[in-house]
């Protein structure tokens, strides 16, 4: 492949979301926790 004598670039930003910033997902969570412990014969409290 020719060199274009352009430099690789990685990406212009990198965005973390902690929850509720872009997408609420805390009861999604929540949920999971209590279902997990359910299966293994405890209470999420």
Known sequence: MP???????????VLFDKDGTLVDTEHLWL??????MERIGGTWT
């Open 3 to 13: 060199d274009s004598g352009l430099a690789a670039q990685g990406p212009a930003a």
């Open 31 to 36: 949920h999971a926790e209590r279902l997990t």
